[in-house]
């Protein structure tokens, strides 16, 4: 089982819409999650972290935890097609520095 | 202004030829990690220092290396470069444990080997 996983998508969804993205993780240690965004052959960018269960909003995202499920999800609300790019979720556990990724999923926003 | 900074953004080596890639940080952060990713796969941690405390990944092959003279560098070597280690490498940066230490990426360096 791979400490990351998320669904490689692509994601389509059109213009104006909600985009709906799911990572889960294995180690129930794990004490912050993290969603980065990341355009073909750039390097990922930070969108927003999340440590506490429940929702966190930062304008168009709103990430969710719930670590009951091992469950982390990011929330795209009105879609623009700028937003089309790879979202990987990272993991970082409660014990040392170590911060892993999942595979990322693929998001397509279409005009 | 850029705050971790990879040098070269594209390299080219020779089968086989050695090859070292730099990393410095204006953040003075603990942190330094190295990632390696291959196109449409996750982030692979290679290594990653907590000050000049070195922990490498079980799978990182021995052909990588890395040395962190000072808060500031970092650099990723290849010893003996093969076809398989063309990919893009990541260097980033964050605080100490803690629950909101974000990873600060560099743009990376594009690997190439032929």
């Known amino acids: 089982q791979k400490e990351v996983e998320q669904n490689s998508g692509p994601l389509s969804v059109p213009e104006g819409a909600i985009a709906s993205l799911n990572c889960t993780y294995s180690?129930?240690?794990?004490?912050?999650f993290f969603w980065y965004r990341q355009y073909s052959g750039k390097s990922p960018e930070l969108i927003m972290f999340i440590y506490s269960n429940g929702d966190k909003e930062d304008g168009r995202f709103t990430a969710q935890l719930n670590k009951a499920s091992q469950y982390v999800s990011l929330l795209i609300r009105d879609s623009q097609p700028s937003d089309s790019a790879t979202y990987l979720c990272?993991?970082?556990?409660?014990?040392?520095?170590?911060?892993?990724f999942g595979g990322g999923t693929r998001v397509l926003v279409k005009p | 202004d850029a705050m971790v900074i990879q040098n070269p953004r594209y390299q080219v080596t020779q089968f086989g030829k050695p090859v070292t890639l730099s990393c410095s940080q204006t953040?003075?952060?603990?942190?330094m990690y190295w990632y390696q990713q291959k196109s449409s796969q996750a982030p692979k941690l290679l290594f990653h220092y907590y000050d000049k405390d070195f922990n490498n990944e079980a799978d990182t092959p021995d052909n990588f290396q890395s040395r962190r003279p000072n808060t500031s560098f970092c650099f990723l070597d290849i010893r003996s470069p093969g076809l398989g280690d063309a990919a893009m490498y990541l260097c980033?940066?964050?605080?100490?444990?803690?629950?909101?230490?974000?990873?600060?990426f560099g743009q990376g360096t594009r690997l190439t080997v032929v």
């Open positions: 953040l003075n952060h603990n942190v």
């Open positions: 180690d129930r240690g794990s004490q912050s």
């Open positions: 980033a940066t964050s605080k100490a444990q803690g629950m909101n230490t974000e990873a600060f």
């Open positions: 990272a993991v970082r556990k409660a014990a040392g520095n170590k911060l892993t």
